[in-house]
């Protein structure tokens, strides 16, 4: 997994994505097709007036489904703007509502210890309409050799 972002004129941005050297295995690729799916759904469940907690509960609902919920280990997301981390944060219980013009990540992630992880994080903003993606790099698995 490679974290990172920049910022501009005072504002930030955060993306993950995760890569792999060589070929990897059955149940890494598996992992990896869930966390997009719940990367999918975080980003499906934003739009003005819905609570932060139900952009986590879209991401977290599928990972659970899948059998993976215990590797799921932090928030789904959190605000961008001045600050690399700040409000709103997307967890279970933040029954704050997005606006138009907020910006945030959803970044779901399965995590095994001693093994692999993988993260897909996109930088977010509420728009009159719904939300849209402000990252555009694909969220396919990226093999580097």
């Not at 709103?88 to 704050?96: A, D, E, F």
Request: proline share 3%; glycine share 14%; charged share 20%.
């Amino acid at each position: 997994m490679i974290d990172w972002g920049a910022a501009y004129d005072g504002y930030f941005s955060d993306i993950t994505r995760t890569f792999a050297i060589g070929k990897v295995g059955e149940e890494e690729q598996r992992i990896h097709q869930i966390v997009q799916q719940a990367n999918a759904a975080g980003r499906a469940a934003g739009k003005p007036g819905a609570a932060c907690e139900a952009v986590d509960q879209a991401a977290r609902s599928v990972i659970e489904a899948a059998g993976y919920g215990v590797y799921f280990t932090h928030r789904t997301g959190h605000g961008l703007g001045m600050e690399g981390h700040e409000d709103p944060y997307m967890r279970s219980g933040n029954r704050q509502l997005l606006q138009v013009g907020m910006t945030y990540t959803v970044e779901p992630g399965i995590y095994l210890t001693g093994r692999n992880g993988v993260r897909i994080e996109d930088d977010m903003v509420i728009t009159p309409e719904g939300c849209e993606s402000l990252t555009d790099l694909p969220r396919e698995l990226i093999y580097l050799s």
